[in-house]
């Protein structure tokens, strides 16, 4: 690993002897040790410094509680702009200003504390250093836009100059033949407002009222624009998509192989300082790797470090060499479930009773399918419910029994299934379930209370009420099991898509912005029954007889962020954006278009289509699931550990059938079901539907390094730049 | 290979040695290798009869005449209904019927034609036959909707059920406020109107009209729409996008593995046929090989076959082995460029005048850079004048000025490079710039002519002037070494873009005929400047205020096939699609809504989709180009033989040099441009980017199969199914 004790960042990390007495560097050693595994276990991106009070800092900086802080305050200075003038709900000057000045003092709070937990603390001091610093990430920074920029640059080239050719050739053909719009006005006489409405035609948004003028005069001329269409709107359009995707998958292979190099990285850090030499080769013994794990991982079972540690020391040797040290944070990151049985409290407290004919009667109906298919039906009943008309007493009335049945449905499971294992942390359906019906019994009778108290319905509460009330209705998705298949993958999604929406909202917040600055106040919104000539044109004459004021389209404004970021979704949807763009150029100036191609370009071009490619790259990695070497690893010992010990109690052993089928997905995928009990307990490997996507490109890319393989050196992995990679498409090779 | 010969369609083709004397036999023998080497070659799928006039009707079948001849009946036969009622250009239906006739005769002459050239033909005779084949025909047609549909099939009704649920809701939110949309009708109170506008909002065509109503009277109930937007627009398009690609994916990777194993199968039965022994081993010999090459590729030249025979042949031992044997048809499917350096013509006719210092000055002139430049100039100074108007008359002189410039420019090129050199086979550009040249010349010629003689400009030879005028400037876009990179990529995928193209003809004739047996002459087009009544509201008074009418959408209607083509085409292209679903529900039945859903979901979510991971796998493919094994051999080869041989004439390496910089992509790829002469020629292997996109996944799967690797049987190989393939990504390894 030549280079990589010569990096900057780690320069300084070896403990130093003559600073501390040796007992306490033995724990410092330790906890320095702990601090990189967990490093590489969650893929945190510092090395840092060695005194306690630097390790502890840095535990105290990667605490969750930190973490939540900094975005609430995050979202409270982006939120202070609903406040501000132009104010949706305006606040006193000096309220929006303390609120501003606590956000920033909350993050240079954190960027002090992320320079102190970093060794760059030291680093920051030489002037000549910040200078590289500066140097090499601009360098890094430029490097990637030119990888990145010109595929993409070179195609919107392109497309530019077709758009701008087929404009001069509509010039040409239609310009002089005097044809009308359907406004009256003139058609393609001008070169300008021409390119625009191509552009616009490649968003589709004005087909096919830009054609029928030329349509109507001669069939022939349709001609032109179908093979404007097919050019710019299909092909260009699937170019883009194509460049955006390619450069995706190269960034994204890129980020992966970094961070799985780092990883690596790390481990071997962690063992070099915990290393001993034992025979020839240098090991860990089993005591220090136990401590180790615990630090890491607190709340790991006695159990299930056992098992990690078989699984590290095969042959029981009483160390755990590199090779299998290095797999610890994978190991830690491997969730085994430690299903321990317990009995259900009402056994403990009055078991005559559970055990009662009666009672086990109750269970097993409870257990049986019928169960599940007669409240599917009832569901599709309430559905019915649903859509009547609610104005008939008799049906306000069937709501009530509704909602009782749902409550008896969750009370007789909780009879029935463990209360801990019903709600356990991955049983998402169960907590949706039990919410959405507690959340409706306490709307309804809020409501309830309301009306008969004082005559009237609270209309915010009734909306409340009716939504979840629908809402019920998604429980039956959990029947079907190829329902619950593809929503299980789009909620492992979910996480992304959240960090992608942070994007989308910085760019609608700058967009909202410059928006808000240009066109505030320009369009006015007047209450929808006004219809006095001024409210018609949305308080601006420029609007008379445009298509902004024909649609009624006065609450698309600028005058808030709130209506800034409705127009700018609505701009994202694309349809009908030119006459938005339209009605801001006539109140303003032609210009003000620039501002709407320009959101099309950034925002509909490059970010959808980086949304789309998203979805794609997890979709197929969620076809091409496969189990991890560490996975069988785990899976293998669990198993053979598992033999000689018999299964206890047959009953609960149904429970966790019974919560295996809640939460299956393959149903041929029976390596997830294996599990046995070692010292009273089941392990059982957390099922991967519900790894994130991350997670599993990472583990991919990991089957792929050797395991000697101990990557470049740490300046290198930091420098590693897209362009160096090339994703080979289609592939036609496992990956296994 | 066991089972392989067992396969019914090879039982009879081993050669019965007492049917023929053995002379005959000889020559038969290599005409069926020769046809099962072509076979494989070009991916054809018919084993076939072994008696010589079975070969001949064979070769007669393949022959591309038939080809052509089969797709002209094909296009005749599909554009009858252009003349037939109801007609665009009326034909006496006699005429129409006769041609019809000849379509079909031709058709059942091609059945007829192939099932002799198959060995099916005796297998057709037994009935129990039959009755197998369309059981298994029937088999793996349900097997491959089986293993397509549910994917989507069950996102789809989820993405139903979804908008059900959220009209459900729209229905109960909306559904009392007495909310009126722009039109003055009421907003959202019955729930299948409000589930056609959420589905129609997923297409995006009536954003953010939908949600104006709404939105006006409450800010908050824009979150509704945001989210329906969200999850039903954006993400579950974006799935269905995923489902398709994947499936997409996985039966192009069937196909591909198909043609790779049955080509080596083919191969494989070729060499048993030729094969004798030789020590230990089976080997064809060295006359019969080269035989065999002259009779697959009749015009193969001395120097090329004899550059292959050393690559086969590589210890020059006389013959050829097995796996040598099996690269035949790769090696003859690559072009290998013999650069038969000739002489300029003029040099040949008068080589004191050609070589004189003048002329030679010409040809350096014409040879540099400057001269490229010059003439973009000349091409940009040209765009300028046509923006510009024409009336002018000096402009109209200019025009003629630019002709005979650029006449000028090609005259030259000719005189300075070989003529057959400059209008090479791949020589795109220099093709394109002469045709468009010519064509504008005449048309130009052609239009002075009349006007001069009648005094009045011929419409439609002006459009063809006007339109040659522009398509000019496109040459612009040769400079530029990328743009010419994106277009090469887009022209390779051209002819599969072609195939595509057919299936969506297929698709919207089927669509055309339903619409207009439903909607035949309900909407009446009339000029536009008719503004009686009955002409405002397209002839039909049951559009009366509607918004078809309003848009003078008179002309979007199904009277006739070319009508209905652009119908069809406006409802590809999605926007407005539910006004005109509207105006034709409105001149017949609410259920006529159900024909543009469901051409929606069959032409937008089915195959714009595949047409989208088409070009996406196309760009991908075509950013992964790498040289295949078989390719480096030949080069390898024509270097090493290159070695010794020194290079002639420099003047016209330069030529070379110069039509490498036509064609040439990346820069970078020298191996390109490595070519050495053989008995004073030059080779050069046809630049890769020139090839299709099939021929490139081919290579790439071929050179995962491992050339010892003879395939399954090939009944099994005949059955492979998509279901048994599911390709891995993203995957990180080198497919090299």
């Known amino acids: 690993m030549p280079g990589a004790g010569r990096a900057a960042g780690v320069r300084r990390l070896h403990p130093q002897p003559s600073e501390e007495p040796p007992a306490q560097e033995e724990d410092q050693d330790l906890l320095l040790a702990a601090a990189y595994v967990s490093d590489a276990q969650y893929n945190r991106n510092v090395p840092f410094e060695t005194s306690p009070r630097a390790i502890r800092l840095y535990y105290f900086y990667n605490h969750w509680t930190m973490q939540v802080a900094i975005y609430f305050f ?3 200075d982006l939120s202070l702009a609903l406040f501000e003038e132009p104010a949706l709900f305006p606040l006193p000057f000096l309220a929006t200003s303390i609120a501003e000045v606590l956000c920033l003092t909350a993050f240079f709070g954190r960027l002090v504390h992320f320079a102190k937990v970093t060794p760059q603390m030291v680093f920051w001091k030489d002037t000549k250093n910040i200078c590289i610093m500066v140097t090499i990430v601009i360098r890094r920074t430029f490097r990637s836009i030119r990888n990145t920029l010109p595929d993409i640059l070179y195609v919107f080239l392109l497309f530019v100059f077709s758009v701008l050719i087929f404009s001069l050739m509509a010039l040409k053909l239609f310009g002089d033949r005097g044809l009308q719009t359907v406004e009256g006005l003139p058609y393609f006489t001008n070169i300008l407002d021409i390119a625009f409405e191509l552009y616009v035609l490649v968003t589709t948004a004005n087909s096919p009222d830009v054609m029928m003028p030329a349509y109507n005069f001669n069939w022939w001329y349709s001609l032109y624009f179908i093979t404007y269409i097919i050019i710019n709107t299909y092909i260009f ?20 192989r970094k961070l799985a190099y780092l990883k690596r990285h790390k481990m071997i850090e962690a063992f070099n300082i915990l290393k001993v030499k034992v025979g020839t080769e240098f ?20 159990p299930h470090l056992e098992l990690l540690l078989r699984i590290s020391d095969e042959g029981q040797k009483g160390h755990v060499d590199k090779m299998n040290f290095i797999r610890l944070a994978d190991l830690l990151n491997i969730q085994v479930v430690t299903i321990n049985i317990k009995r259900h409290p009402l056994e403990d407290w009055m078991p005559r009773v559970y055990q009662s004919s009666a009672s086990l009667l109750v269970q097993r109906m409870v257990r049986h399918r019928i169960f599940v298919w007669v409240y599917d039906v009832i569901i599709l009943i309430n559905a019915i419910f649903i859509a009547l008309d609610e104005k008939n007493p008799f049906i306000s009335y069937a709501e009530w029994l509704f909602l009782s049945l749902y409550i008896i449905e969750i009370l007789l499971k909780l009879y029935t299934y463990e209360p801990r294992a019903y709600f356990g942390r991955k049983q998402f359906w169960n907590w949706f379930d039990t919410l959405i019906i507690i959340a409706a019994l306490v709307a309804t009778v809020a409501n309830t ?10 209309q915010q509460i009734l909306d409340i009420v009716l939504i979840l009330r629908i809402l019920r209705l998604l429980r039956i998705i959990v029947s079907i099991q190829r329902f619950r298949l593809i929503v299980t993958t789009l909620i492992n999604i979910g996480p992304t898509i ?26 006015q919104f007047f209450d929808p029954n006004f219809t006095t000539p001024n409210a018609l044109v949305c308080g601006n004459p420029g609007l008379k007889d445009s298509a902004f004021a024909r649609d009624r389209y006065c609450k698309n404004n600028f005058n808030d962020l709130a209506s800034s970021f409705i127009v700018l979704m609505e701009l994202t949807v694309v349809n009908q954006w030119h006459v938005l763009a339209g009605g801001f150029a006539l109140v303003t100036h032609q210009a003000a278009k620039l501002y709407f191609i320009g959101f099309h370009v950034v ?7 980086i949304f789309i490619a998203f979805i794609l790259e997890a979709f197929f990695v969620a076809y091409s699931l496969e189990k991890s070497e560490v996975e069988t690893a785990i899976e293998k010992k669990i198993q053979e550990l598992g033999v000689g010990i018999q299964e206890e109690e047959m009953q609960d052993g149904k429970l966790v059938d019974n919560m295996d089928a809640k939460d299956g997905g393959f149903s041929g995928d029976d390596g997830d079901n294996k599990r046995k009990a070692l010292k009273g307990l089941y392990f059982r490997i957390a099922s991967k539907k519900y790894r994130t996507v991350d997670a599993l490109l990472q583990q991919m890319f990991e089957s792929e390094i050797a395991p000697e393989d101990e990557g470049p050196s740490l300046d290198e992995i930091l420098n590693f730049s897209a ?14």
Chains 1, 2 share one sequence.
């Open 723 to 736: 362009g160096d990679v090339y994703p080979k498409n289609p592939n036609f090779e496992n990956s296994a």
């Open 449 to 458: 209370t309301i009306q008969s108290a004082r005559k009237y319905n609270s």
């Open 603 to 609: 925002v509909v071009i490059l970010i959808v289509n």
């Open 74 to 76: 995050i979202c409270v």
């Open 498 to 523: 959240l960090t992608f929406g942070g994007l989308v909202l910085v760019v609608y917040y700058v967009f909202a912005i410059i928006g808000m600055e240009a066109f505030h106040g320009k369009v």
């Open 237 to 256: 359009m699937s170019v883009f998509l194509a460049v955006v995707y390619n450069n995706y998958r190269k960034h994204l292979k890129n980020e992966i």
């Open 283 to 302: 090991v860990v013994t089993e005591a220090r790797w136990k401590q180790l794990a615990r630090i890491v991982m607190p709340h790991i079972s006695g």
